[in-house]
């Protein structure tokens, strides 16, 4: 996998030989499943040699299952590893809520002998991971045919709210985390209202978070079936309460080959969300390189998505209409970012 022209990425070790033919284990964590792979860099980029998946909460660590893996595989004198994790990374430390475990680089070089061990936020991870994507790999809602120079937005709806940015240096891109998941959820309209109160009585604090994730969409339904009063057919009544399947799939199925209403409620209300956020972040960030939007939810309700009112509902702005309607939006089809991504990183960001 090497880099794609569109994301001219700072990594200033690229033209370095010492770290060429590397070794590096890169790790993504995430609450319900941790995905671990074995690289090798070379030429700019890095190839995959092997890739598992292990059920996070069957360990009591990452070590263990970091351990596991390199049992399995046989692995002798790893050079790097590289972690991506689901919350804020501080001096090399990270306690990601979501996983109820600690994480320290130090700790990885002293049990593992690891000579250099880098940890980052998922959606950084993500950001430099998407730098390897192929085109085929960027389905465009709007766009004048390639990226524009200027920072970049990331938003990612999944198990969590994941956002993240690209800052434009006037030659690179430079990915950055942020936690603008947890900023709090405003409403607009008086059914809004009446959709914030429902869950400030469920949360105190209503963050974006609660809306735009796999929690977000389920709490979009519950408050059409429980509040609203949209009915819900006894058949998909007793396929949620199961519990057997994917929430959203399920979701989605439904809209789609169904026709069940409040599930395409459900759906068209999360997308008209996923819009408004996508313009805040936009904004914030003055992203006038282009929006990406990634994660586990726009890949699984692609299909549903109409692009043309995503745009407009983007674009709807007190006074920045002009700039946000210039702005190229990308879905990114492919899942394995965060991964690849803290390798890469991991291979190339020091000089």
């Given at each position: ?11 200033p ?17 995430r609450e ?8 090798i ?103 004048s ?57 469920i ?16 709490n ?9 009063r ?117 291979a190339?960001y020091?000089?």
């Amino acid at each position: 996998m090497n880099l794609n022209p569109k994301f001219p990425l700072f990594l200033p070790g690229v033209k370095n030989s010492n770290n060429h033919n590397v070794s590096i284990i890169g790790a993504n964590l995430r609450e319900d499943i941790t995905t671990i792979a074995y690289y090798i860099s070379g030429n700019g980029g890095i190839e995959t040699k092997t890739q598992k998946k292990y059920s996070t909460r069957d360990y009591s660590s990452f070590s263990d299952i970091l351990k596991q893996f390199i049992e399995e595989e046989q692995l002798e004198n790893v050079k790097r590893l590289g972690i991506s994790v689901p919350g804020p990374v501080l001096n090399g430390k990270s306690s990601p809520a979501r996983l109820g475990w600690s994480f320290d680089v130090e700790e990885y070089k002293t049990t593992f002998g690891f000579e250099d061990v880098c940890m980052l936020n998922d959606q950084e991870a993500a950001a430099y991971g998407i730098g390897l994507l192929e085109d085929s790999d960027l389905d465009a809602i709007y766009s004048s045919g390639h990226l524009e120079k200027g920072n970049v937005a990331i938003l990612a709806p999944g198990n969590g709210l994941g956002e993240a940015g690209y800052f434009f240096d006037g030659k690179y891109l430079r990915p950055f985390a942020t936690e603008g998941g947890h900023s709090e959820f405003s409403p607009r309209t008086n059914v809004e209202v009446e959709f914030y109160q429902f869950l400030n009585n469920i949360y105190g604090i209503v963050s974006w978070e609660n809306v735009l994730s796999k929690t977000g969409l389920f709490n979009i339904y519950r408050f059409l079936r429980d509040v609203k009063r949209h009915p819900e057919p006894e058949w998909l009544s007793d396929k949620l309460n199961n519990g057997d399947g994917n929430f959203t799939e399920e979701i989605f199925r439904a809209a789609i080959e169904d026709d069940v209403m409040i599930c395409k409620i459900a759906l068209d209300t999360f997308v008209e969300f996923l819009a408004r956020e996508a313009n805040n972040l936009t904004l914030k960030l003055k992203a006038t390189g282009g929006l990406l939007i990634t994660g586990d939810i726009p890949q699984a309700i692609r299909k549903y998505i109409d692009k043309d009112k995503f745009y407009e509902k983007f674009k709807i702005s007190d006074k920045m209409e002009d700039m946000l309607k210039n702005i190229p939006i990308y879905l990114i089809n492919k899942d394995s970012t965060n991964i690849d991504g803290v390798a890469l990183y991991t291979a190339y960001y020091k000089d």
